[in-house]
């Protein structure tokens, strides 16, 4: 908690101060429209003369405050001032943008209530109490002061020693002027976090926020990961294939360029859309839905780029995929291909069967498994990670790995159509 005996001319008390002269100022229009309310009901009273109308005039602008406080928009003003004079400790955030929910107006509105209500009592003693102690203060040093003293006053100031203690009398004043500021300021700053602070629900929206970045952040990993992992694959085996032909099979090479350029110039293409998304600012879930990626339509070209020989089958209409299904279909064979490239046993053909049901779309591709153990790559193994969540998002499932008969498969369930929600 934020001490309350503070130094009173320190620069913080000294923003709090203003701090505080600024919430006395905001007090004004509810407390003039107060006093029109005791006057109506006490005639003929002086308000600006009279201590019971103005305190009463004061309870009836508090509640009017409190009631203007709860529109949205009071608590990012509030927010503003209290980060700029109170103060506060950087462990102590408070929350940004318009109170959404019931609780946050409430508690916006309290803050607001508490912030003019200790800045019209401290703002009414500066305007008050800092002209008196200076009068007090000079009271021995100018005799003209002694005139204008009341009345009943007059008297008392004949004696040497109250001429004496006026001076320290006055200082002490403006002292104790000064701690009321600082021990009010150091109250708002105490509060600021509590009031001005997220609210559980404000937390809520703001994991919920952040998760959907994350979201966001992890399908473009995946996909750059499977899009540009896969074309360094294809090139690093076509290269590897051209240099070792260069001199008997010009033709071969010829073709191994043109495939290397044509996978280079696609890969590029998409590395430049997914880039583009990330320097997008804005809302990252528009930039996911706007990352379209090819589709089981786009599935010859990768077969015939891929860079191993494919036995593939098809059961059903892969046409008739519906989109999102078709998308996140491309790339998990685009994975399996990689995964053979990189690991299988060059040469030997990958069998791929693709079956679309009424329901559910099967993948299941077949490569030979090598004798040689896998090389491990700096920051490599997501490959599976991403297909499973690809799968996973739209309620599938997947499952990998060597099979008995000398076999590595990648298998893929995925419904075709979002399953129905329960009525609760």
């Known amino acids: 908690m934020t001490p309350l005996i503070v130094r009173p001319a320190g620069r913080r008390a000294r923003l709090r101060w203003l701090h505080l002269i600024i919430g006395g100022a905001l007090l004004m229009p509810y407390f003039l429209v107060g006093t029109v309310v005791v006057g109506l009901y006490a005639p003929g009273t002086n308000v600006f003369t009279s201590l019971p109308a103005q305190l009463a005039a004061f309870g009836c602008a508090l509640p009017m ?14 927010v503003a001032a209290a980060r700029a004079l109170c103060g506060l400790a950087p462990d102590r955030p408070l929350a940004d943008g318009p109170a959404a929910s019931r609780q946050a107006r409430v508690r916006s509105a309290a803050w607001f209530t508490l912030h003019v209500g200790l800045g019209g009592i401290v703002s009414g003693m500066t305007l008050a109490l800092v002209p008196f102690a200076v009068c007090v203060m000079a009271l021995p040093f100018v005799p003209a002061l002694h005139a204008s003293a009341a009345l009943d006053a007059r008297p008392a100031l004949d004696h040497t020693w109250v001429l004496a ?6 200082a002490a004043m403006l002292l104790a002027l000064a701690g ?14 509590v009031l001005l602070g997220p609210t559980p629900d404000d937390r809520l929206a703001a994991a919920e926020r952040r998760a959907a970045e994350l979201a966001v952040r992890n399908r473009l990993a995946r996909e750059l990961h499977d899009s540009v992992g896969h074309a360094l694959s294809a090139v ?16 071969f090479v010829r073709e191994a360029l043109a495939a290397i350029e044509e996978t280079t110039r696609r890969t590029v293409g998409e590395l430049d859309a997914v880039l583009g998304l990330l320097r997008q600012d804005g809302d990252g879930a528009g930039g996911a839905d706007a990352l379209a990626g090819p589709g089981l339509d786009a599935l010859g070209g990768l077969l015939a780029r891929c860079g191993v020989p494919v036995r593939y089958e098809a059961e059903g209409d892969p046409g008739a995929v519906p989109g999102p299904v078709s998308a996140e279909a491309y790339r998990i064979v685009q994975e399996g291909l990689s995964n053979a490239l990189r690991h299988g046993v060059p040469g030997s053909p990958v069998r791929l069967r693709i079956g679309v049901g009424p329901r559910e779309l099967a993948i299941v591709l077949d490569s030979a498994l090598s004798p040689r153990p896998p090389v491990a790559r700096p920051g490599g193994g997501r490959g599976l990670t991403g297909v499973a969540e690809r799968a996973l998002l739209l309620g ?4 990998a790995g060597p099979r008995d008969d000398g076999v590595w498969r990648l298998a893929a369930r995925l419904p075709l159509h979002a399953p129905a929600k329960e009525p609760r």
């Open 165 to 170: 203690v006026a001076p320290p009398a006055g």
């Open 396 to 399: 599938g499932a997947t499952e």
């Open 65 to 78: 405050a409190a009631v203007t406080a709860l529109l949205p928009t009071a608590r990012p003003l509030s």
């Open 236 to 251: 690093t085996l076509q290269a590897g294939a051209a240099r070792r032909v260069l001199d008997s099979d010009p033709g």
């Open 180 to 193: 009321c500021a600082a021990a009010a300021g150091a109250l708002l700053a105490d509060r600021a976090p």
